[in-house]
C-alpha cells in the first residue's frame, strides 16, 4: 500500500496545475505531515488486514453462522463511533494529542495479539470492542490536526491524499492478507496486523510538538463533548458537511453491502469478477480525490454540485440493467462522487472551525456521519435479501435524491449569504 499511495502522490504532484496552484509548497517535504499521513496509513492497513482473518476466525469458531458473527461486529463498530468519538476532542484536550494517537495504537496492537488467543465469540464482540475504540479516537484527532499543521492552500491537497490512502487500504489490503495468511496462518496475521500500529505509534512518537496541542496560555473554545456537536448543527458550513456524509453513506453503502448478492447470486460470477467491481469502486475514487485536488477553486465547487447526480444516474442505470460492465462503470463514477464529497466534507469542517475547538469539531463529525451508515447498512442488507438488487437500487436512488435536494437547497443559501 505505501508504494502504490507514494506512486499515486508523485503522479499527483505532477499533473499541470492552475496558476492559483502552482506556489503550494509539496506535501512531500513536509516532515510532520508525511509522519502523520503514514501513520494513520499504516493503521488503515492494518485495520484492512485483519477483516479478512476476523472472517476466518469467526467460521472457524462458528462455522456457516460466521456471517451473523461479522453483522454483529459490525454493528458494534458503528455504536462505538457514534457514542464515543464525540469524547476524542475532549481526551486530546486533557492528555495532549500525540499521546492520545499513541496510546490508541498500542492499544490496538494489544487487541490484535489477542485475537491471535481467542477461542469464543464473546472474546471478539469484546476485542472488536477496544479496536473499534481505538479507531474512534485516534481517526477524528488525526484528522483535526492534519489543518493545523499544513496551509490552507495546501489542505485540499491533503485531504485528497488522505482519501487515495484510504482507498488504496481497501483495493490492496485483502489481497495482501491473503498472502499473509497463506504464509503465517489466519492467528499470525493478526500479529502481523499489530506490527503496522507499533510503527504508526513510532511514527508518532517521533514528531515535534503537535500544532493542535496549543500553549497553555492561550484561551480555548469550550471543551465539552456537546461544543462540536451543538456546532455541527447550528453552523449551517457544517450541516452542510453532514449532508455531503449522508449521501456517501447512502450510495456507498448500497455499493458495498449489495454488490456481492449481485455478483454471486443474481448474475453468477466467480470471486475475481466480485475484486473487479469493488476494484472500479476504489479507483473511480481515486481519480476523484486526484482531479480534485487539482483544479481551482470554482471547478471544485462545480464537482461538488455534479457529484450528486453522478451518483444517483449510475443507481438509476444499475438498477434498469444490472449487468456486469455496466455495474463496472457505475461503481467507478459512484467512486469519484463519493471521495469529491469526502474531501469537500473535510474542508468545510477545517474552514469553519478555530484550531482550539476543531478536534471536537471533527469528532463530532465523525460520529454523526457514522451514524447515517448505522442506517443505512442494515438497510441495504435487509432490502437486497427482501427486494432483490433492482428494486433495492430504486429505493436508495429514490433515498439518494431526497438527501440531495436539502443539500442542494443549503449549499444556495450558503452561496447566497456568501455572496
Not at 456471517?67 to 463498530?77: E, H, K, N, P, Y
Not at 508518532?204 to 456537546?226: D, F, H, M, N, T
Not at 450541516?239 to 453468477?268: H, P, Y
Request: aromatic share 10%; hydrophobic share 55%.
Amino acid at each position: 500500500m505505501v508504494r502504490f499511495v507514494h506512486l499515486i502522490s508523485i503522479r499527483l504532484e505532477q499533473i499541470p496545475m492552475s496558476n492559483q496552484a502552482e506556489a503550494i509548497p509539496s506535501l512531500w517535504k513536509h516532515r510532520v505531515f508525511q509522519q502523520l499521513f503514514w501513520a494513520h496509513g499504516l493503521s488503515l492497513f492494518g485495520s484492512g488486514l485483519s477483516s479478512l482473518a476476523l472472517g476466518l476466525l469467526a467460521h472457524q469458531l462458528v462455522g456457516a453462522s460466521a456471517s451473523s458473527v461479522l453483522g454483529v461486529t459490525l454493528a458494534i463498530r458503528i455504536v462505538v463511533i457514534v457514542l464515543c468519538s464525540p469524547w476524542s476532542g475532549q481526551i486530546a484536550a486533557k492528555w495532549g494529542a500525540r499521546r492520545v494517537m499513541v496510546i490508541s495504537d498500542l492499544m490496538r496492537c494489544g487487541v490484535l495479539v489477542g485475537f491471535y488467543f481467542a477461542d469464543a465469540v464473546w472474546q471478539i464482540y469484546a476485542l472488536a470492542v477496544l479496536l473499534n475504540l481505538g479507531s474512534a479516537i485516534f481517526t477524528p484527532i488525526y484528522r483535526a490536526i492534519i489543518p493545523d499543521v499544513v496551509t490552507p492552500a495546501q489542505y485540499p491537497k491533503a485531504a485528497a491524499i488522505g482519501s487515495i490512502a484510504y482507498d488504496a487500504a481497501n483495493i490492496l489490503s485483502p489481497s495482501i492478507a491473503a498472502i499473509v495468511i497463506a504464509l503465517v496462518g489466519f492467528r499470525g496475521n493478526f500479529v502481523v496486523d499489530g506490527i503496522t500500529f507499533l510503527v504508526s505509534a513510532a511514527l508518532i512518537i517521533g514528531l515535534p510538538r503537535l500544532a493542535a496541542e496549543v500553549a497553555s496560555g492561550v484561551k480555548k473554545a469550550p471543551v465539552s463533548v456537546g461544543h462540536g456537536l451543538t456546532a455541527m448543527l447550528h453552523r449551517p458550513q457544517l450541516r452542510q458537511s453532514l449532508f455531503l456524509a449522508l449521501q456517501t453513506s447512502v450510495a456507498g453503502a448500497f455499493v458495498i453491502v449489495a454488490t456481492v448478492d449481485l455478483v454471486k447470486n443474481e448474475l453468477r460470477l466467480s470471486d475475481t469478477a466480485y475484486a473487479w467491481i469493488m476494484g472500479a469502486f476504489g479507483i473511480g475514487s481515486v481519480c476523484g480525490a486526484i482531479v480534485y485536488s487539482k483544479i481551482s477553486t470554482r471547478g471544485r465547487n462545480l464537482c461538488v454540485r455534479c457529484a450528486g447526480p453522478a451518483m444517483l444516474a449510475p443507481l438509476v442505470g444499475v438498477s434498469i440493467a444490472p449487468r456486469y460492465g455496466i455495474v463496472m462503470a457505475a461503481w467507478a463514477l459512484i467512486g469519484a462522487g463519493y471521495s469529491i464529497l469526502g474531501v469537500r466534507g473535510s474542508e468545510l469542517l477545517a474552514e469553519n472551525s478555530s484550531g482550539e475547538e476543531r478536534p471536537h469539531i471533527f469528532a463530532a463529525h465523525f460520529a454523526l456521519s457514522h451514524a447515517g451508515w448505522g442506517l443505512t447498512y442494515p438497510l441495504a442488507g435487509f432490502l437486497t435479501t427482501a427486494l432483490g438488487f433492482g428494486r433495492t437500487g430504486w429505493v436508495f436512488a429514490a433515498v439518494l435524491l431526497g438527501v440531495c435536494i436539502p443539500s442542494w437547497l443549503a449549499n444556495s443559501r450558503i452561496q447566497k449569504t456568501a455572496g
